[in-house]
């Protein structure tokens, strides 16, 4: 079979592994040839490839990124999107299309699935909020740097007797806060999940310095509001072509709001795309691999319209309807065990 793939959306440590798997398992164990689109959907569309043999993917196992590069391109916004994606797969004479990403890339596969042409997905999202899979590649990655973002910051808070506001990603949801705030000792985490409320963030940093406990660390995600139905905080009013706003500076206007009621001197740190670089941990590149793996067996089981899945310790596939149209949400009994933690 010639089997093309894509990693569209988000880079994701571990997008590599899955590649690499793909391509090995493909032209190993069942005499495939593998093409590469460039930069996500857009390489479709545009029919921009990259040839994928033993020799392209020797060595990038490690490496963060993805040797396809990536984008947001949204073929479903253009007017001829699907003929062009039609036309792409009887040039490059495809038999299947592996698409790896999150909702929105996803998305697009589910759209071109409905459409007839032969396409698997495999779950991507560092905020691993993905429906239809117990746990997504990269969160590991994600989470062990930002928690060695917090372990740092302890020292400096301490020394200077300061408030530190540690912003995270976390769109929708607040694992990466979750599990890093807890494994690094935060003081107080916020997440989208739960509306804050700021006089109790205040109140639990008074607590503490009534204790002798002069600094905290705040760990809060991306897209966490205050109660009261105000939205996340945006950077500007640009949207992308899946129509998501960037998110962005809720650890600034935290930061201000706390220094204002508590009188606490507080900094923040925003971690960013520093999340998403770098190399992955062994587990990331272990459960990448097994996706990989998974997604090229499905195409040999005409498994199509379907998603690689890990359900337990064990891989599975799912309809790729059930990861789209809501995100998998932190669980109140996980926040409650947070909650112990906090001031």
Same mark, same amino acid.
């Given at each position: ?35 590469? $689109? ?26 963060? *990124? &993805? ?42 596969? %589910? ?10 997905? =495999? ?13 997504? $590649? ?11 973002? =917090? ?36 003081? =107080? ?41 105000? *939205?996340?905080?945006? #950077? ?29 001197? &507080? ?7 520093? #999340? ?17 793996? #998974?997604? &090229?067996?499905?195409? %040999? ?11 337990? #310790? &064990? ?14 949400? =932190? ?9 112990? $933690?906090?001031?």
């Amino acid at each position: 079979m010639r089997i093309g793939i894509l990693t569209g959306g988000g880079d994701c440590p571990g997008l590599n592994a899955v590649i690499r798997a793909v391509v090995r398992k493909g032209t190993m164990f069942y005499g495939d040839s593998v093409v590469g $689109f460039l930069e996500g959907w857009r390489g479709v569309v545009e029919n921009r490839t990259l040839e994928l043999d033993l020799d392209a993917i020797a060595g990038i196992i490690h490496r963060g *990124g &993805t040797i396809l590069r990536t984008s947001r391109t949204n073929p479903a916004r253009d007017p001829d999107g699907l003929a062009k994606v039609r036309r792409t797969f009887e040039a490059q004479r495809l038999d299947a299309l592996i698409a790896v990403g999150g909702d929105d890339t996803l998305g697009v596969a %589910h759209w071109i699935s409905g459409a007839g042409l032969p396409v698997v997905g =495999v779950p991507k999202t560092i905020d691993n909020d993905l429906s239809g899979t117990d746990l997504c $590649f990269g969160f590991d990655t994600a989470v062990a740097i930002a928690t060695e973002a =917090v372990d740092r910051l302890h020292s400096t808070a301490e020394a200077h007797n300061r408030v530190l506001v540690v912003e995270v990603m976390g769109r929708e949801a607040g694992w990466i806060a979750v599990y890093s705030g807890v494994a690094g000792g935060a003081d =107080v985490i916020l997440i989208p999940e739960k509306p804050y409320d700021l006089e109790a963030v205040c109140e639990l940093l008074r607590r503490r310095h009534a204790r002798g406990k002069y600094f905290s660390i705040v760990v809060v995600a991306e897209g966490a509001r205050p109660a009261g139905g105000a *939205g996340p905080v945006t #950077q500007g009013a640009t949207i992308d072509a899946f129509g998501h706003a960037r998110l962005g500076g809720v650890g600034n206007l935290l930061a201000e709001q706390i220094e204002r009621h508590t009188g606490y001197e &507080t900094r923040v740190v925003i971690l960013g795309h520093t #999340q998403r670089g770098g190399t992955p941990t062994a587990f990331d590149r272990m459960l990448a691999t097994r996706y990989g793996v #998974q997604a &090229t067996d499905m195409v %040999h089981r005409g498994e199509f319209g379907r998603m690689a899945s890990l359900q337990g #310790q &064990t891989m599975a596939s799912v309809p790729l309807a059930e990861a789209l149209g809501r995100n998998r949400k =932190v669980d109140d009994a996980l926040y409650e065990l947070a909650t112990v $933690f906090f001031g």
